[in-house]
Nanobody, 123 residues
């Protein structure tokens, strides 16, 4: 069983930055592919970014050039650095994991999910 705990959310003004963290426990971190998804009120959960166990990355078009996903195996943690934040980035951000595989954007491919962290961007 994999446990995922997100942190780092908060309130930021448009144009600002935040770094989200997701600490993983259980299993072998080096074999995980990890993703970030987000869900705004009244909308479906959508893909944001993913980093595969072999370090390839994948981003949603809406965040390319603004967000960066990375992982630290020594800390069993995946990060999402978010720059140039806009009000439309406001959502609950979720971390997810799957064993091996590539950095897919498909929500159904991920087996474990965190509880989420709220990001609010004011205009």
């Amino acid at each position: 069983q994999v446990q995922l705990v997100e942190s780092g959310g908060g309130l930021v003004q448009a144009g600002g930055s935040l770094r989200l963290s997701c600490a993983a426990s259980g299993g072998t971190f080096g074999t995980y592919t990890l993703g970030w998804f987000r869900q705004a009120p009244g909308k479906e959960r959508e893909f944001v970014a993913a980093i595969a166990w072999q370090l390839s990355t994948n981003y949603a078009d809406s965040v390319k050039g603004r967000f960066t996903i990375s992982r630290d195996s020594a800390k069993n943690t995946v990060y999402l650095q978010m720059n140039s934040l806009q009000p439309e980035d406001t959502a609950v951000y979720y971390c997810a994991s799957r064993s091996f595989g590539w950095a897919t954007s498909q929500r159904s491919e991920y087996n474990y999910w965190g509880q989420g962290t709220q990001v609010t961007v004011s205009s």
